[in-house]
């Protein structure tokens, strides 16, 4: 690959957006965790809250496709129902 100006700035754009991305996936990733792991519906409610937010935002820039979103929020629902 040529080593041009914009060849190096594209590549430090994509370093960016790859921590920005993975920061972003991995605050999704726990907030569903913390969701599943609740045992409690009121506990559970709380977090199912802010799970789905994040999803939706995530889902929304790009960072994850839609079908994965749906599929999250179908999951962590399905959890929050299941509770008594």
């Known amino acids: 690959m040529e080593r041009t100006k914009s060849v190096l700035k594209r590549q430090r754009q994509e370093n960016q957006n790859y921590l920005r991305n993975s920061k972003r996936k991995t605050q999704m ?20 809250n802010n799970a789905v937010s994040i999803i939706d935002k995530l889902s929304n820039k790009g960072i994850i496709h839609k079908n994965s979103a749906a599929r999250r929020k179908s999951q962590i629902t399905r959890h929050l129902n299941s509770l008594n």
């Not at 990733?29 to 969701?35: D, E, I, L, P, R």
């Not at 599943?36 to 409610?45: F, Q, R």
Request: no cysteine; proline share 0%; charged share 40%.
């Open 29 to 48: 990733k726990n907030a569903v965790k913390k969701v599943l792991e609740s045992k409690t519906k009121v506990d559970a409610e709380a977090s199912y």
